[in-house]
């Protein structure tokens, strides 16, 4: 079931530097729960915009809203929204002697979850994210795809509303990239997913909403009509990408 219209996640007028040089400018959008995909070229601001989305970067200006409330107003908000986020960073980073319910354990813990949730949580990740027969290997002996997984069921241990992704399938070929979208669609019932890609072509079959950075600022790339195949689908996104800044 889809969440109410107020626990959307939006950003207004955000404007994002390292420095003193602006990599987005008041870049304005709005975050529902299914999943966007936030695509753009080498630099345009995809990795940026979701690390200000986690938090991991104050804004220069502008604000970021769930529902409702400004997440960098107080102490108290910042605390309260970052408990709702789950965050799966680019770089995979898990030691790789631990095994997969290990680094479920510590995530609920870093979470703080009461630790008779655990079983449950940890039982609910792995089903989400198709790791059940995995769950005592270690880490280490994993595919690329697959302790990416682990690290999408991290962050899903305390059933967080706000799912963030940097490039998810960087190094995935299709059979993990599939993997991950299935348990990604399943998050999206409830939460709000939001992850960058580069790869346009998967749009079509992962995205319900696609924004693109570009020029400092994001555009909303039309969400096509969803009665048409999924070949004319990338095909119409692969032409939005590529028509002008007017169009
Ligand atoms: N920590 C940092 N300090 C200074 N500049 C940074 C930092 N991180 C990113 N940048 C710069 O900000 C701009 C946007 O980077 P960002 O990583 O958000 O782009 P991206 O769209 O995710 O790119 P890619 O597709 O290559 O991952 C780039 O010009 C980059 O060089």
Redesign the pocket.
Known sequence: MRRPQSDALEIDGLTLA??G?N?LEQATARFAAEITCVV??????????L?ALATLIRPGAGSIRYGEVDVWGSAAALRDYRAQVGWVP?EIDMPGSASVIQVLRYAAWLKELPRQAWPHAEERVLSITGLGELAGRPVGRLSGGQRRRVMLAAALISTPRIVLL??PTVGLDSEHRTALYDALRLVAQESIVVL?T?LLEDLASIADVAIE?VGGGLRPIDAPNSDVDVADRAAFYLRRMSSPLTS
């Open positions: 390292y420095g040089t990599v753009g070229t080498n630099g345009a601001g995809k990795s940026t915009l690390r680019q940097d490039e960058s580069h950075a």
